[in-house]
């Protein structure tokens, strides 16, 4: 059974940081990249950062650009996002994706529940 869970959501006050992370299970964790997605209310979903299945490349939101860093760890099946800087705005349900691609595209697609994060003073 597939399973992305989110965790580390929260309260924080602007300014101030977060660590999500979303352990992964029933698949092949190293063969996926993940994606860490946000959604926050009358909003469409949008992208926040992306890494590679072994790590070694990473695309970010400009929005969170110099201030979210995402990674991962294939030992643990886990990827990580740090959120620094935190702003209002950045108040949203965070999602973790799981994709695996073939030369012909999306082979394989998994979906986390997401993880509530809110940004106030």
């Known amino acids: 059974q597939v399973q992305l869970v989110e965790s580390g959501g929260g309260l924080v006050q602007p300014g101030g940081s977060l660590r999500l992370s979303c352990a992964a299970s029933g698949f092949t964790f190293s063969r996926y990249s993940m994606s860490w997605y946000r959604q926050a209310p009358g909003k469409e979903r949008e992208l926040v950062a992306g890494?590679?299945?072994?790590?070694?490349?990473?695309n970010y939101g400009e929005s969170v650009k110099g201030r979210f860093t995402i990674s991962r760890d294939n030992a643990k099946n886990t990827v990580y996002l740090q959120m620094n800087s935190l702003k209002v705005e950045d108040t949203a349900v965070y999602y973790c994706?799981?994709?695996?691609?073939?030369?012909?595209?999306?082979?394989?697609?998994?979906w986390g529940q997401g993880t509530q994060v809110t940004v106030s003073s």
């Open positions: 890494i590679s299945n072994i790590g070694g490349r990473t």
């Open positions: 994706q799981a994709v695996r691609y073939s030369d012909q595209g999306v082979v394989s697609e998994y």
